[in-house]
């Protein structure tokens, strides 16, 4: 999805400050970028290293390997990054089946332990990595990042790097859209021309092998090698790792006449993403796309992963269809309630909503203090306010004719109807059975995670009913950009102001900068930092905590202090 809305300036407090050469300078970074510098390293394993899915006994790890001839793949594990004490050590193969990606999957680890790896070949050695497993029992502390949206083209990955070098982070949520299907041509080609960084292939990505191509290069962004190794990865997809917007029958993206059948092409961009990301291939006879997972962290938190893409969702409403026939608010009303409204349109499948509820009832009857979802899309309700004149003074400043989108938010803003289609505001009635669901298992204290929007976001949840349900926290891409930066800060900040105004679930939102947003967890207390990087198209930038919110219970529920 391309969405966003711009927000205000809040500059709380300087972070940290990429160095001369755009590098974070930690101890750990260095002994990375020192094996990422060696030629044979760089020879062989040319895409780093990373672990993920982590449970309290095993971690998954992974890389590839470059040099085609090689398939006997050696790995260790040990507590120590100097490799002096070695807990385990194998090998195994790899070969073009599988692109030469390996997985290993490291098991009877001891819980809440970090641990180092690497893998060799012939002797040369992969760069570090460092990862860790789930803690049990009783837990003073957990740090997350949660992350969506790094799209090649727009810049670099330079908030990967602020994460990588974060010490309060202990694992990495990321939620999505962590590769993009566009061309070279595609969105984001005059910004990728003009750093050197087109997406390759040229074309946009259809087949197996372009798919493969298209993960290599994120790969080689130096801020995701350093954040691979050094924190573990938690994730899911959107759906720009298959293409824009899809559903169980198709997707916005996806052309048959000329792109083939779109349940291979689908398929093939699940191949891929399970070849190269840290996540564990499905049990045997499973299906790729059911990745939902429930990840405990001690007696502190949970954390629940939603699939909403390839398992449940029905196919979008397009306001192209309907728009035309929305005159006054009884059209409107009718629209929203017989149209959007439509009870037997889903977002999640019955098992996934399955594993929802026994995951929550297994989060409270275990005493949890925290239950967090990972989320790919917003789900707070969030309509267009009234932007006909901002627009049109924006369009006027500019000496610009009026864009088609203008005439469209516009429209939206005087009905007021949702922003877009894609997210839960396109599905309310699967929202609320996603609320009652919840309810039922005695949980309406979520914290729900989300990306896809490309910006920042502090949202209330509430049911139909007003009853509160949590809170939401939305992180801005890593490098997409949002829709209404062309405005300049000006137009940002009135969007900003208008949004929050118009929306009772709307707390803040910025989607005017780049970043991701730090999560604290303590037993009494959850604080969210939404960290920003001040540029994406060099690797020279700083970072700033642009925003700190804390959450606080109310009743059975969640707000913001």
């Known amino acids: 999805m391309q969405f966003p809305f711009p927000r205000r300036r809040f500059l709380k407090a300087a972070l940290t400050t990429g160095a001369a050469s755009g590098v974070l300078l930690t101890s750990w970074g260095s002994k990375v970028l020192a094996a990422v510098a060696n030629p044979e390293t760089s020879r062989v394993f040319s895409h780093g290293v990373a672990s993920g899915d982590p449970t309290h006994d095993s971690v998954l790890l992974w890389t590839r390997v470059s040099a085609a001839d090689s398939k006997t793949v050696s790995w260790e594990l040990a507590l120590d990054s100097d490799f002096s004490r070695i807990v385990q050590s194998g090998s195994t193969e790899t ?314 938010f516009s429209q939206l803003g005087l009905l007021n109807l949702p922003l877009y289609l894609d997210t839960w505001d396109g599905y309310p009635a699967a929202r609320e059975r996603f609320y009652k669901q919840c309810s039922a298992a005695g949980a309406s204290d979520l914290i729900v995670l989300t990306g896809d929007s490309h910006a920042f976001w502090a949202n209330q949840l509430f049911n139909d009913s007003g009853q509160r349900m949590g809170v939401e926290l939305g992180t801005a891409g890593i490098t997409s950009p949002g829709d209404f930066e062309n405005y300049g800060p000006e137009g940002a900040a009135a969007f900003d102001r208008l949004v929050a105004e118009h929306n009772q679930e709307v707390t803040w939102t910025d989607c005017t900068r780049r970043g991701f947003v730090k999560l604290v967890l303590t037993p009494d207390s959850a604080k969210a930092d939404y960290v920003a990087v001040d540029n994406v198209k060099t690797r020279q930038y700083g970072s700033y905590i642009l925003r700190s919110v804390n959450i606080v219970r109310r009743g059975d529920s969640l707000g913001f202090s």
């Not at 074309?203 to 954040?227: C, F, N, P, T, W």
């Not at 997809?237 to 349940?263: I, V, Y």
Request: charged content about 25%; overall charge negative; glycine content about 8%.
């Open 95 to 408: 070969s073009q089946a599988r692109n030469h990606t390996v997985k290993i999957i490291a098991e009877n680890l001891h819980p809440g332990q970090s641990y180092y790896y690497r893998f060799r070949v012939d002797g040369v050695f992969s760069e570090p990595g460092r990862t860790r497993t789930l803690p049990e029992g009783s837990l003073a502390r957990l740090g997350l990042a949660i992350a969506s949206c790094s799209n090649f083209p727009f810049g670099f990955f330079n908030a990967y790097e602020v994460i990588a070098a974060d010490p309060d982070i202990d694992f990495v949520l990321h939620l999505g859209d962590y590769i993009y299907e566009y061309g070279a041509d595609g969105w984001g080609a005059d910004e990728g021309a003009g750093i050197g960084r087109a997406h390759s292939p040229a074309h946009e990505i259809v087949s197996l092998e372009d798919y493969r191509q298209r993960h290599a290069q994120y790969k080689s962004d130096v801020g995701s090698r350093l954040m691979h190794a050094a924190h573990p990865l938690i994730c899911t997809w959107d759906d720009h790792e298959s293409t824009n917007n899809p559903w169980l029958d198709g997707a916005q993206n996806h052309q048959s006449d000329t792109e083939g059948e779109w349940r291979a092409r689908r398929e093939a961009s699940l191949q891929a993403y399970f070849e190269w990301m840290p996540v564990r291939d499905p049990a045997p006879g499973g299906s790729m796309a059911e990745l939902w997972r429930h990840f405990a962290f001690g007696n502190l938190a949970s954390l629940i992963t939603l699939e909403t893409r390839h398992t449940g969702r029905s196919e979008q409403i397009d306001y192209g269809d309907y728009l035309e026939s929305i005159s006054n608010e009884s059209d409107r009303d009718r629209f929203l309630r017989d149209v959007l409204g439509d009870a037997s349109r889903s977002m999640l499948s019955t098992e996934m909503e399955s594993f929802l509820s026994s995951s929550l009832e297994k989060s409270l009857s275990e005493s949890q203090r925290w239950r967090l979802i990972g989320n790919q899309i917003p789900i707070a309700r969030t309509h267009v306010p009234d932007v006909a004149n901002l627009l049109e003074r924006e369009v006027g400043q500019r000496n610009n004719p009026q864009p088609d989108s203008h005439r469209l």
